[in-house]
């Protein structure tokens, strides 16, 4: 069989104040013809459905008819779990209706799935808390998932009836794994987990997390090892992290599909992939990756002035960009107008203050680490020639003590 790994859509989410909606249709798209052309037999989607826990609509109509355009009408199997950025209960939600279809929402962790058939031959076989065994109208034999969808460290335990709280949610994971494991997964299917966790390699490197993605390892939570994985799994889908990497090896992939579109400057430089896996009964995986083409593309760059900025986004206009710029004091309007009027999708202009009015040696700074006093500072020699005297600076000191107290 042939199963397409695919995670962390993040429907409806913003770059800045660019929404990124129809970027996703497009890839979307990409996905249900790629899955089409390779006749997969089922299609995982490992979480992060969302980017929030309360969607826009047209966020959820896309989801909703992406999802029910890859089951073609209930002959292939589509599992979609929760992420650490769903709402579970609004992933549970169409479940009823969705299983008509051969859609199979998942949105907590130890969730018993309701028994179905659609007409097309897809039906579940067997069913218990966090796994389901499903019966694929190609296919002579069963798919079996074991399926954990995010929840934080507390939750989990409780989900998995752990009441000793010294017990390292690894050791919890791992016997609930392990008991489903030895009683559903023998080597006449094809044996899989499916989660929304961070995992990484004992002793190895730990994975960074996306720029601005919510962190799952936060208040004491643990990453899960490779290790903690029951042999008999042929192949761990993931979602969380956004660059698609192995985290296992060729017995037993653990791969994390990373997201379909670039959704942070951090991963500008990074190719985005769905995953095929072609399984047997019995025998380690094969995969291949299938690349995504962006519509837009994330740029970042550095400049010395103006005339060079303009220059270089003449250049890069079917992308998003974000600019450094070194500038004497600070950036004129007249200046701002000719980078914005260059570049119609500029997500943020970062000036480097050349920091030359206190007689002190040049150096460049970021605006953003500079305090108010000393941007009033240059701000106010740039219009009027001098620093401001002490009386003014008592001032502006006042005035900035009563917003942050309003602030507060």
């Known amino acids: 069989m ?7 859509w993040h429907l409806g989410k913003y770059l800045d104040r660019f929404s990124r909606l129809e970027e996703q249709q497009a890839v979307l798209e990409q996905i249900v013809e790629i899955a089409d052309e390779h006749d997969v037999d089922a299609v995982i989607v490992a979480g992060d459905l969302f980017d929030s826990f309360n969607p826009p609509n047209e966020a959820s109509e896309l989801l909703y008819s992406t999802l029910h355009r890859l089951a073609k009408n209930g002959s ?8 650490n950025h769903d709402s579970p209960e609004r992933v549970d939600m169409p479940d009823v209706l969705a299983r008509v279809s051969g859609i199979l929402f998942v949105g907590m962790p130890m969730a018993e799935s309701k028994p179905f058939e659609t007409t097309r031959g897809l039906k579940t076989i067997q069913i218990d808390k966090g796994f389901v065994e499903l019966q694929l109208p190609q296919c002579d034999f069963p798919l079996r998932l074991i399926l954990t969808p995010y929840a934080n460290e507390l939750r989990l335990k409780k989900y998995l009836g752990s ?3 010294d017990e390292s949610l690894r050791t919890v994971l791992q016997k609930h794994w392990t008991e489903l494991a030895d009683k559903y997964c023998d080597e006449t299917g094809v044996n899989m987990l499916v989660t929304h966790l961070f995992i990484m390699q004992k002793g190895g490197e730990q994975p960074e997390e996306p720029e601005g993605e919510k962190a799952i390892l936060v208040g004491g939570s643990q990453p899960i090892f490779t290790e903690n994985i029951p042999p008999q799994i042929q192949y761990v ?16 992939p653990v791969v994390y599909s990373g997201s379909p579109l670039a959704y942070s400057f951090a991963e500008a430089s990074q190719k985005k992939y769905v995953h095929l896996v072609h399984a ?8 291949e990756r299938v690349e995504l083409k962006q519509q837009f593309d994330l740029y970042q760059n550095k400049f010395e002035g103006v005339d060079e900025a303009v220059s270089w986004l003449e250049t ?10 070194k500038v004497e004091k600070y950036l004129s309007a007249v200046d701002k107008r000719r980078i914005s009027d260059a570049h119609e999708r500029i997500v943020s202009i970062v000036p480097e203050i050349t920091d030359g009015f206190s007689g002190t040696e040049q150096r460049a700074v970021n605006i953003n680490e500079q305090s108010m006093e000393i941007l009033f500072d240059q701000f106010f020699q740039s219009k009027k020639g001098v620093l401001p005297d002490d009386a003014l600076k008592d001032l502006f000191r006042e005035i900035q003590n009563i917003e942050e107290q309003k602030a507060e």
């Open 237 to 252: 889908a993931l979602g969380h992290l956004h660059r698609s990497q192995n985290l296992g090896d060729n017995q037993q």
């Open 2 to 8: 042939t199963i397409l790994h695919t995670a962390d």
């Open 163 to 165: 009441e000793n709280r």
């Open 76 to 83: 292939r199997a589509v599992i979609a779990i929760a992420g």
């Open 316 to 325: 890069v206009q079917e992308s998003y960009v974000q600019l450094s710029l």
């Open 280 to 287: 047997k009964p019995g025998k380690p995986v094969s995969m």
